[in-house]
């Protein structure tokens, strides 16, 4: 049964996207079956794994509003074992429309939940894949409370930086609203540090507070901050195919690799 992690942080540009992309293409590598699912109507995921936008039939919005069913509308991209549902700009219209349909449906007596929007429809499909990644807005809104609604765990990215944990309380009030409200087996799946800088001492004293705050929780692997990481999404290729043989490439595998040792080691403590 695919494991479901939200990669989520309302602060925007900590580089949620480049480790939805990089992280999920590294799972499929490592012979995952692996589902992106790109959340934010800023659509870089989906353009991040060579996925035109322009030739898209169907997205994430029409899953959550019902106008397509959610098999027609996974792509399967040029990188080993990945799809990915895409999103387009229509998606940042998603609410009112998510509202609206919520209101028809109870005139008519039937269930619909804006809120569980994701969950319903990922069920149909979630036993296909190994990993089912979604990458959020950088927001707290709709999309991402569906998100954390469906998900087993989240992802945090956190950039290496003065102000890295601004926001973070902000963020797990809300996952604990969410574990409370709506999923109580949500988990911190874990905290990811990225674009660190290899010339400042400031990423040493980043890296001891954000594990003093979060323990084990941090991975080992920390991401560097590479110009390649930035270049990749515009040639529309995963770090992997752009530079097979870089620090970035390296550095997405051993992440891959933690994430699927912390859940083997999980599966097997409870089994
Ligand atoms: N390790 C890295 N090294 C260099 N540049 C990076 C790295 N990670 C991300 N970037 C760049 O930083 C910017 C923000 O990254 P990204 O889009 O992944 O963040 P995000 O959290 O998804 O942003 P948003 O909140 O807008 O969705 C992008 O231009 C990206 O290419
Ligand atoms: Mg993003």
């Known amino acids: 049964m695919g494991k479901i992690i939200a990669i989520v942080n309302q602060k925007g540009g900590v580089g949620k996207t480049t480790t939805s992309i990089n992280l999920s293409a590294s799972l499929g590598v490592l012979g995952k079956k692996v589902l992106m699912i790109d959340l934010d109507p800023q659509g870089n995921a989906t353009t ?15 899953v959550l509003t019902m106008k397509a069913p959610i098999e027609q509308s996974i792509v399967k991209t040029k990188s080993v ?13 998603v609410e009112m429309e998510l509202i609206e349909l919520e209101r028809k449906y109870k005139e008519s007596n039937n269930k619909f939940n804006r809120v569980m929007r994701l ?6 499909v979630k036993d296909n894949y190994d990993y089912i990644l979604i990458d959020c807005p950088p927001s707290l809104g709709i999309l991402t409370t569906n998100a954390l609604a469906t998900a087993d765990s989240v992802l945090i990215p956190v950039q290496c930086e003065y102000y890295a944990l601004e926001g973070i309380m902000q963020l797990i009030n809300t996952v604990m609203l969410a574990q409370r409200k709506v999923n109580p087996n949500l988990d911190i799946e874990g905290v990811l540090l990225t674009m660190l800088s290899v010339n400042t001492n400031l990423g040493l004293e980043v890296i001891s507070s954000i594990k003093e705050f979060f323990k084990e929780r941090v991975y080992d692997t920390i991401i560097p901050r590479l110009i390649k990481l930035a270049e990749a999404p515009s040639h529309g290729k995963t770090i992997l195919d752009y530079d097979p043989r870089g620090k970035g490439t390296k550095a997405y595998l051993n992440l891959a690799k933690e994430v699927i040792e912390r859940n083997g080691s999980k599966e097997e403590s409870i089994g």
């Open 119 to 124: 969950r319903d429809e990922l069920s149909k």
């Open 48 to 62: 991040g794994v060579g996925v035109d936008k322009r030739n898209i039939g169907s997205s994430i919005y029409e």
């Open 81 to 93: 074992n990945l799809s990915v549902i895409p999103a387009y700009l229509n998606l940042a219209g």
